[in-house]
């Protein structure tokens, strides 16, 4: 047997309840973390402006931006790796998306050290493209 339930906009504590619920009674509890349009465009949506870029212009790449394009116009790529991040945090938090959502952009290079570019799964690229769309028709 397989039970699907979708709750729009639950509260932290409706959520937690709810799980907490389901732990306890199911054998197996799937949490859906698939990137879907809906939280692809809240991911967007919420990013700072230059964090944004960076995602915008990785769709743009089929899912890779080098560095040299992105300091192109002078600027630094420091502290971009951090706001995509908490983004992600805090759409958990919110309750955009479940714990465990694979981040949908990760930094490329040697470690500690200069981002030689941000890559983002293939698979992504087009639910994250046309989360942009939608984002840029509704502003």
Do not use: C
């Not at 992600?88 to 938090?93: D, K, S, T």
């Not at 493209?129 to 939608?134: F, G, H, K, N, V």
């Amino acid at each position: 047997m397989r039970i699907t339930v979708t709750i729009d906009d639950p509260t932290n504590d409706f959520r937690d309840q709810l799980l907490a619920l389901l732990k306890e009674h199911a054998l197996h509890v799937d949490i859906d973390a698939t990137w879907t349009v809906e939280r692809a465009l809240q991911y967007y949506r919420t990013l700072p402006a230059r964090a944004r870029r960076i995602v915008h212009m990785a769709v743009i790449h089929h899912g890779f931006v080098d560095d040299d394009e992105l300091r192109a116009d002078g600027g630094s790529l420091r502290g971009h790796s951090g706001a995509l991040k908490r983004v992600l945090e805090r759409g958990v938090r919110e309750g955009w998306w479940p714990a465990g959502m694979q981040p949908p952009i990760q930094t490329q290079g040697p470690g500690f050290g200069k981002v030689k570019g941000y890559s983002m799964p293939g698979e992504l690229v087009d639910i994250f493209s046309t989360a942009i769309e939608r984002h840029n028709k509704q502003t």
